[in-house]
Antibody, heavy 117, light 106 residues
Framework: QVQLLQSGAEVKKPGASVKVSCKAS????????MHWVRQAPGQGLEWMGI????????GYAQKFKGRVTMTRDTSTSTGYMELRSLRSEDTAVYYC??????????WGQGTLVTVSS | SYELTQPPSVSVSPGQTCSIT??????????AAWYQQKPGQSPVVVIY???KRPSGIPERFSGSNSGNTATLTISGTQAMDEADYYC?????????FGGGTKLTVL
């Protein structure tokens, strides 16, 4: 079945970087854009950006430009999201998601990133 | 930047109909989607393109989108529908989510 499987929880210190992976299965990886969405504890959903797995083209929310990089590896059907210069406010669950008909129909299970000294 | 506004909370009695609204400038001219999220789980799309229901979503979930408001309606609300609900739309090439509505079934 169609599935997005994310990497495990991370604990990072302020100023560090984190790279979360999202492995796609059950469909042609290059046929659907992959998005990243995060959710801070007790808060709502926040869109971070998009990557086109076919050509690697990206688009980032203004808030994250300069601090986030989304990449992909078509040989393993895996997308990656790297966030740099982490601060405590970046503590959140990070989701990858696949878009169809302008909405998110497939979500990963989420990756908790904790930023703490 | 584009904003979507939802009420923070809505309460409904079991078996009754509830509506959750999402307001944004000319939202009716965009495709709106709705997501249900239960504690500790990933969001699930319940309505897309304003009114379409994905396979596996119960018929009691319906959506409409006109003017500046998209509405998610749950008919015959069940205890299992208690969750957070988020609306979502596109603004140019960016995705926007509403702040979320906590639905309480009591």
């Amino acid at each position: 079945q169609v599935q997005l499987l994310q990497s495990g929880a991370e604990v990072k210190k302020p100023g560090a970087s984190v790279k979360v992976s999202c492995k796609a299965s059950g469909y042609t990886f290059t046929s659907y854009h992959m998005h990243w969405v995060r959710q801070a504890p007790g808060q709502g959903l926040e869109w971070m950006g998009i990557i086109n797995p076919n050509d690697g083209g990206t688009g980032y929310a203004q808030k994250f430009k300069g601090r986030v990089t989304m990449t992909r590896d078509t040989s393993t059907s895996t997308g990656y999201m790297e966030l740099r210069s982490l601060r405590s406010e970046d503590t959140a669950v990070y989701y990858c998601a696949r878009v169809e008909w302008q909405s998110f129909h497939i979500w990963g299970q989420g990756t908790l990133v904790t930023v703490s000294s | 930047s584009y904003e979507l506004t939802q009420p923070p909370s809505v309460s409904v009695s079991p078996g009754q109909t509830c509506s959750i609204t999402c307001s944004g400038d000319k939202l009716g001219e965009r495709y709106a989607a709705w997501y249900q999220q239960k504690p500790g789980q990933s969001p699930v799309v319940v309505i897309y393109q304003g009114h379409k229901r994905p396979s596996g979503i119960p018929e009691r979930f319906s959506g409409s989108n006109s003017g500046n408001t998209a509405t998610l309606t749950i008919s015959g609300t069940q205890a299992m529908d208690e969750a957070d609900y988020y609306c979502q739309a596109w603004d140019s090439s960016n995705v926007v989510f509403g702040g979320g509505t906590k639905l309480t079934v009591l």
